[in-house]
């Protein structure tokens, strides 16, 4: 599967974007789709998921309340809708995929996502 995510921009504190990841050469039924996040300095880290039923969704704590993951299977896409932005949340975001939902450990590791898109740049700043 080859992924492609856009969205991103630059917006104030408290302000909302929302990220697209579209597939191409299969379907995001099939997986389970991920957002990461790396800021400069930073590793890689695990922002949501969604299982490929839709059923399932996991968020990393520091997004639960503000962010939300959600495919649309018509268009072959999965969204994040993030309310709220705080400039911590400033980072290239990345989507991914994997074919299960149980991964290694309970931190969600990018290691266990073999499919990846480019980034998309989120920034937040007054």
């Known amino acids: 599967v080859q992924l492609q995510a856009s969205g991103g921009g630059l917006v104030q504190p408290g302000g909302s974007l929302r990220l697209s990841c579209a597939a191409s050469?299969?379907?995001?039924?099939?997986?389970?789709m991920g957002w990461f996040r790396q800021a400069p300095g930073k590793e890689r880290e695990f922002v949501a998921a969604?299982?490929?039923?839709?059923?399932?969704?996991h968020y990393t704590d520091s997004v639960k309340g503000r962010f939300t993951i959600s495919r649309d299977s018509a268009k072959n896409t999965v969204h994040l809708q993030m309310n709220s932005l705080k400039p911590e949340d400033t980072a290239l975001y990345y989507c991914a995929a994997r074919w299960s939902w149980s991964v290694s450990r309970s931190d969600w590791p990018a290691a266990d996502f073999p499919y990846w898109g480019q980034g998309t740049q989120v920034t937040v700043s007054s």
């Open positions: 969604i299982r490929g039923s839709g059923v399932n969704t």
């Open positions: 050469g299969g379907s995001v039924s099939r997986y389970t």
